[in-house]
């Protein structure tokens, strides 16, 4: 069966790091788009990043644009998520997303808590 399973995640000081990883198992992993949503309590799921199939092009929602980086080792299965200069306000349940258009298929990890905090 399909399975995203995050890992990565923990506490961490601001201007820290963590690297945020999903291990991806039971579909064709290099045809689909990763992405990475967060969700901070009382406040909606977000695009974070995203990197499509051929790994090539990516996406990032401008509250972490040159701080985090994105990428994929399709040998692997597995979509990674850096986080540097980390702020309070990037505390949130942090998601693994995989996304394919045909056949449509839409998956989700469980999450992984990332709280930022001196």
């Known amino acids: 069966q399909v399975q995203l399973v995050e890992s990565g995640g923990g506490l961490v000081q601001p201007g820290g790091s963590l690297r945020l990883s999903c291990v991806a198992s039971g579909f064709t992993f290099s045809s689909y788009a990763m992405s990475w949503y967060r969700q901070a309590p009382g406040k909606e799921r977000e695009l974070v990043a995203r990197i499509i199939k051929a790994g090539g092009s990516t996406t990032y929602a401008d509250s972490v644009k040159g701080r985090f980086t994105i990428s994929r080792d399709n040998a692997k299965n597995t979509v990674y998520l850096q986080m540097n200069s980390l702020r309070p306000e990037d505390t949130a349940v942090y998601y693994c997303?995989?996304?394919?258009?045909?056949?449509?298929?839409?998956?989700w990890g469980q999450g992984t808590q990332v709280t930022v905090s001196a």
């Open positions: 997303n995989a996304f394919s258009s045909r056949p449509r298929a839409d998956y």
